[in-house]
């Protein structure tokens, strides 16, 4: 049989009407993988039978298993690009691919071999990819667990065991050490970032009017050079694999004035700012980058040169654990200072009078993630009213962003099941987006953290200023670790399931006094702890300004 024939019968029988049949699937999986068709042809079919096996309703496993079949038959780069677009179609439909390792590092050994050869651009186009596919949010982000947490070492082997890895994390060093701080005029303080601010705040403005500081104040998202800079992200994986790129020249032509009249950069989120920064080499200029969490579990602390980076701050001390574990760069004879330091929090406005009737109304302030897990809440609150039917819930926030991935919009139509079930007799409320949080939490009287994972969790922080109750789960991705919720709250804060909050709350609420009580002391403990005024000495000494 020709090729021309063999590829015209498959493309007709691939259909889904015929592959529904076992057998027809299976002759069809035979001779797709048969060596009479060319490679393009056979690669080419393998993807129409998967197709059409999803289209008959075969199971997912079935059909990936078909591909992968055929796609040992085929030369090693049309295997990784098969490997790859399946593993792409499981993101879009919501789902970790089973096979993400196998696909990632197939797409590293050819991007191996087109670096051996001196194929640069090759190298880095597959090596964007498996960086895009790995640290994927459907796989970190959009559902309750992580491989990254599970078994970081495996999870990291390809990327880290290849050599274009290897190339990708060597340490390109800066020729002059950071300068000490200047002792004959104000520290230049250049403050950056590319998006939320947050967190820089309380910081700004408290380094706008300290007479050690010349504070000057950069948002790449406002400016017409860096903004369109910090969305080329394979531009950027090429300069750091490769250097030497007219993106990489483009930087250093944006970037060397600010190195030059800073004495230090305080870059916030270790995302595109902080890996643009360290394409650079800053000079005697010092440079910080504070981590806050969800950069730890994407791909950005793999393409930040911190051999470049004199400080990295976290927000705990799990943070700081975890992402030592994860990043080469932050471990070794090159690596930065590493320091811990909780965000900037003004807790004063939160301390107002509170409704008597916030005592049975719990809070979970953040809705806009898979990670806060709302759904855990409910399941407290239904194991609270199953008793008592004077709890109820608020939901404060703007919800859940289901725009970019499926599985976010999975688990917000299973939310929206429940609430569908609870909100019509005024168990649980949905307060929306407030400018007036404190306002809100005024009617709280026991504020709840749900999340699977948290690096501090403000809103936690912020309720306990108030007066409500903290009820703090053990966030999964951490609780088997030496730091975790349990360290950076009060013990008896915490609780490791939907049965033990419920307990906690039933025994706190218990009678007014009670509550008030434990409210008071998690106010007072709050304010000592947390309060901006208490940890702002602090900021001072890792910038080397206090005796300023």
């Known amino acids: 049989m020709g090729s021309k024939l063999a590829a015209g019968v498959l493309r007709r029988v691939t259909a889904p009407r015929v592959v529904r049949h076992r057998a ?123 491989p990254l947490v599970e078994d970081p070492a495996a999870f990291l082997a390809p990327l880290h065991g290849s050599a274009v890895g290897r190339a990708l994390l060597t340490p390109r060093g800066r020729v002059t050490p950071a300068a000490l701080a200047p002792t004959d005029r104000p520290l230049r303080l250049l403050l950056m970032l590319n998006g939320s601010a947050h967190f820089l705040g309380a910081v700004r403005e408290r380094y706008a009017d300290h007479p050690g500081v010349e504070v000057r104040y950069l948002r790449l998202d406002d400016d017409p050079v860096a903004g369109p800079l910090t969305r080329q992200s394979r531009n950027m994986v090429t300069e750091a694999l490769l250097g030497g790129t007219e993106y990489g020249e483009q930087i250093e032509r944006w970037l060397r004035p600010h190195l030059d009249w800073a004495d230090t950069v305080f870059v916030d989120w270790a995302v ?92 979970l302030v953040g809705t806009s993630a898979v990670a806060k897990d709302p759904r855990w809440a409910i399941e407290v609150l239904r194991l609270l009213r199953a008793e008592d039917e004077r709890y109820r819930l608020l939901l404060v926030g703007g919800g859940l962003d289901t725009r970019r991935s499926r599985a976010a919009r999975d688990y917000a139509t299973a939310l929206e099941a429940d609430l569908a079930e609870l909100e019509p007799s005024g168990a649980v409320v949905r307060v929306g987006h407030t400018d007036d949080v404190p306002g809100v939490l005024t009617g709280i009287g026991v504020v709840l953290s749900s999340s699977v994972r948290e690096s501090f969790h403000c809103a936690v922080v912020e309720g306990a ?6 009820v703090v789960r053990d966030w999964p991705f951490f609780a088997d670790g030496v730091h975790g919720a349990r360290t950076v709250f009060p013990a008896d804060w915490v609780v490791d399931s939907p049965a033990a909050a419920a307990a906690r709350i039933r025994a706190v609420t218990a009678d007014e006094r009670v509550w008030r009580t434990e409210g008071a002391a998690a106010a007072a403990h709050a304010l000592a702890t947390w309060d901006w005024s208490v940890n702002a000495p602090h900021f001072d000494r890792m910038l080397g300004i206090e005796q300023r």
């Open 465 to 470: 200023a108030s007066g409500a109750v903290p």
């Open 24 to 146: 027809a699937a299976r002759l069809i999986h035979g001779l797709a993988a048969a060596p009479l068709l060319p490679t393009g042809a056979r690669a080419a079919l393998a993807r129409r039978l998967r197709a059409g096996m999803i289209g008959a309703g075969w199971p997912a496993g079935e059909s990936r298993a078909a591909l992968v079949t055929v796609a040992g038959a085929v030369d090693p780069a049309v295997r990784a690009d098969l490997l790859a677009q399946e593993a792409a179609d499981d993101l879009a439909e919501g789902r970790t691919p089973s096979h993400l390792l196998a696909a990632v590092s197939a797409d590293l050994g050819e991007a191996d071999r087109a670096y051996a050869r001196g194929d640069g651009a090759a190298a880095a186009r597959r090596l964007y990819r498996v960086l895009h596919t790995q640290f994927h949010r459907v796989i970190h982000f959009d559902q309750l667990t992580s």
């Open 272 to 363: 595109a700012t902080a890996a643009m920064t360290s394409l650079v080499d800053p000079g005697d200029t010092r440079i910080v980058v504070r981590l806050h969490s969800y950069e730890a579990f994407g791909r950005w602390p793999h393409l930040i040169d911190f051999s470049r980076v004199d400080d990295v701050v976290f927000v705990s001390d799990h943070l700081r654990d975890f992402t030592l574990r994860v990043t080469p760069g932050l471990t070794g004879p090159d690596a930065p200072r590493t320091h811990v330091l909780c965000n900037a929090l003004e807790l004063a406005p939160f301390r107002r009078a509170k409704d008597p009737a916030a005592r049975f109304t719990l809070g």
